[in-house]
Each structure stands twice: as C-alpha cells, then as structure tokens.
C-alpha cells in the first residue's frame, strides 16, 4: 500500500477530518489516483494524514493549512514537503488548496473558513482545536519542536487567534486560529472586507483587513501577538550574521521568505538545509530556549490580563449604578423625550448591558458604553430634571421672600394671630424637604404654595 494512503484499508479513518464530498472522491477515485506521503501535482484539495510518530503519545489537535499554486515551481514543492518530518512526527493533518476559489491572495481566508466551518458542524469532541496557517514559502528547520508549546495556557480560554508582527505591522503569513464560531466572524469579515468598503486601500491585501478588522471591539480581545521567532522567523543577513529579533535562531522552527525578492533562490539555499537535518538546526525542545520564552511571555500576559480585569472593575459599578437608573428612568419618563432620543437612549442601554454581561474583562468596551449612554441619557437627564431645577428656584424664591417678611417690624405682622411661627414652621420645613428629599417635586411644590398662601394671608390680614 503506498504510504500516507492507509485509509484506503479504512475508510472510516476519513471521517475524523474529510467532508462527505471529498471522502466519496477519494474513494471513488481511489484506484486513479498514485499515492504517496504528500501529492502536490493532483488538481485537487488533499488533506494529508502522515504516519506520526508512534512515540508521541496524544492525538494531534492541530491541522497545518496552506495554498499551493506553484505546482510545477519545485522549490514550493520542497518547501511544503520540509513540514513532511514534522508533520508525520506529531500527527498533524495537512490541508492543501491546489486551485482557486477567489482571486490571488483571498483565497486564503476562504479555503480556511471553509475548513472551520468543516470542522464545527462536528460533534466538539471530534473536532480540531485550531489551525495553523502557513505560507507556501516557509521552510521548517526543526521538526522536533511541537506546535502545543505556543498555544496559550488554560488561563487564556478568550484568545482565538495567535499572530506576529513585523516592521511593517501584522504579518499574516503563519499564524493559529482556534476552531470556534468567533474565528468564522472574522474571516467572513476580512473576505467581505475589499467589498462593503471599497474605497479603503488595503496595502497588503487579506493582511490589511486583517490588521483593521482586529482593532475593533467585536475582535481586539480575542487575539495576540506573540515574538515573531516563535513561529514566524525571518532570514538572517546575507553573511549569516543575526542582527534583528526576529531572525531565525538554530532550533526554531521555521524560516519565513514574507516580501523577500527572488525569493527562490534563497528558499533553495535553506531547502538545501532543512534537507540535511542537520543536528545543530533540529535540536530536541529540551535543547532550545522555547520553553523559558513562552513561560515567560504568558506569564507576562496573565498580568496584564489581570490589570486589566482589574482596571474594568472599577467601571462596574459606576456603570451598574447608571444603567439601573437609566432604566427606572425609562419606565417613568420615557415621554418626556422626542423618539429619536428615546431610541438612542435603548440602543445604548441595551449596549452597556451587553458589555457588562459579555466583556467584564475589557475596561475600554465598558467605558465606551459607560460614556455612550451618559451621553445620549442626557436629553432623559434634562427632561427629568427640569420640573425639579423649577421646583427649587421656586422655592428658593419662596423661602427668599418668607424670610423677609419675618425680618419685618412686629409692627407690619401685628394682627396675623401667631402667623409669624406659621410661616417659620412652613420655612423650616421646605428647607428640611430641600436638604433631605429633593427629588420629591410634588411635596416641593406644596410647600411653596403652603409659604404663599400664608404670605398673601398675612398681607391680607395686615391691610
């Protein structure tokens, strides 16, 4: 049986990654087809399932994604046939697109939401976890490090999308995705990107939407960016000599040829390496600094996590305090402000209620909500207050006008038959409704029509 065709005796074997259609083709066409590790050169996708290593204990969780148009180029052929040892050594499925399904370069997101979409319509147990992304011109020099040293620590369940940078910003060239419904939204958002804004440029393609669509609320907490050495290292100079950090060390994964001119003959030369498995590039984990540096990275990360969460709380409850009350104000004044303001106050209420629900941990998504609703609850704020802003200059002007008839000589208050402590008791008593219920308008109201009445009364008696 030729190797890496082992489910032809299985079918079943299939099942674990392959949609009903391609299982049916490949079965059907089973007996045309030449198999071996890896075909490169049929004008089908393919996924890959290398013989692992039968001293790696655990089943893989991850899949490797990429694009092959260079089918009679053979030094992307080499290049993608460099991941052969490190794939079959830890069990990673590979997953091929070999003709186009969008133009140049978009491809890539829609072959990988095709592949999640795949994947989530399975029962969860059965599903990859994530994937990893890489370029038809990347060239792994260590096989013998596993992908799982990368992903984040349980403590991180929110990040779905590990990513690296270069000078030039986000570089989407290798970077993992989780296998969840939030990685669906984002690339159905960067291959609808170039067509409901078309009048955006976008520099570097499917990698500039990318870079745009990430500093959005929907996305920004849901991703980082890890040392681009990790799994993104670039060439080092031309005399070997490393100068920048993100240039590949011996024991690193992969080198990366991203926006590098004439690239193939640079490829061949590290193909030429990676073909020898040379002892000092394809050093054992233990060997390399890995393990100390992602440590220390998410180590690093848990406390900006908690000085975020920590930030958020202390918008809790001022939050809280303003939704409630903006929402008891609702259910008492709502006429009291024109429909078009009354339908941005719900909109951000049912925002700040969202936020406090769904990004406890994000401080910038609750402020936002937080000042939305002070913003647009303002017109509500007015309209509630007016009556009582009314209510007390009345007063004011009442109490104003009491305390200067009770100034007045006894002789102008003679005949009012004790009205000089009426008044006083009425006087004390609005300052009292003032100082301790003044939201209370109606009782407000009472009491400077109590202080009136016995104002005019008194002058009544007096004339």
């Keep these: ?31 045309q087809l030449k198999f071996s590790s890896y075909r490169y050169d049929a004008p089908h996708d393919l996924i890959t399932y290398p013989q692992r290593d039968k001293s790696i204990d655990s089943e893989s969780l991850i899949a490797k994604v990429t694009i092959l148009f260079h089918g009679k180029d053979p030094t992307y052929v080499r290049a993608i046939q460099s991941h052969q040892a490190h794939n079959r050594r830890f069990g990673y499925p590979l997953f091929v697109l070999r003709h186009g399904i969008l133009d140049g370069i978009w491809n890539k997101p829609v072959y990988l939401l095709a592949i999640l979409l795949e994947e989530l319509r399975k029962p969860e147990a059965r599903r990859l976890k994530w994937l990893l992304w890489v370029d038809a011109d990347t060239v792994v020099t260590n096989p013998k490090l596993p992908l799982d040293i990368f992903l984040p620590p349980d403590e991180f369940p929110h990040l779905h999308l590990l990513t690296t940078a270069d000078p030039n910003g986000l570089n989407n060239g290798i970077f993992f995705l989780k296998v969840h419904p939030w990685s669906v939204e984002l690339l159905s958002s960067v291959i609808a ?96 600094n890995h393990l100390n540096e992602t440590k220390i990275f998410w180590a690093d990360q848990l406390d900006v996590l908690a000085k975020e969460r920590s930030e958020a709380q202390s918008f809790m409850e001022p939050a809280s305090e303003l939704l409630a009350r903006t929402k008891q104000q609702l259910s008492t004044h709502s006429r009291a402000i024109d429909s078009g303001e009354l339908e941005q106050v719900e909109k951000h209420v049912k925002q700040l209620m969202t936020s406090l629900d769904e990004y406890s941990d994000d401080p910038e998504t609750i402020k936002d909500a937080y000042q939305n609703l002070r913003k647009s609850a303002f017109p509500l704020q007015e309209a509630i207050e007016a009556p009582k802003k009314e209510a007390h200059r009345q007063a004011r002007a009442a109490l104003s006008k009491g305390k200067q008839r009770l100034l007045q000589p006894a002789s102008s208050n003679a005949g009012n038959g004790g009205g000089e402590e009426h008044l006083r008791s009425k006087i004390d008593f609005l300052e009292r409704l003032l100082l301790e219920v003044p939201d209370d308008v109606d009782a407000i109201r009472k009491a400077v029509d109590d202080i009136q009445y016995n104002h005019k009364s008194g002058a009544s008696n007096s004339s």
């Excluded at 065709?5 to 049916?24: F, H, I, M």
């Excluded at 907490?221 to 080092?236: H, S």
């Excluded at 920048?244 to 061949?268: E, K, S, T, W, Y």
């Design 1 to 31: 049986m030729p190797q890496g065709a082992e489910w032809l005796a299985d079918p079943e074997s299939l099942d674990r990654s392959v949609s009903l259609a391609t299982k049916n083709f490949l079965l059907g066409y089973s007996s």
């Design 193 to 288: 990107y170039r067509i409901f804004r078309p009048d955006e440029e976008l520099r570097f393609r499917d990698q500039s939407a990318l870079q745009v669509l990430l500093k959005e609320k929907r996305f920004r907490r849901n991703f980082v960016i890890v040392p681009q050495r990790w799994f993104n290292a670039y060439q080092p100079e031309h005399d070997g000599s490393r100068t920048l950090p993100f240039q590949i060390l011996p024991g690193d994964l992969l080198v990366h040829f991203a926006g590098v001119p004439n690239r193939g003959p640079r490829m061949r030369v590290w193909l030429d390496r990676a073909e020898k498995h040379l002892p000092e590039w394809e050093l054992e984990l233990e060997y390399t």
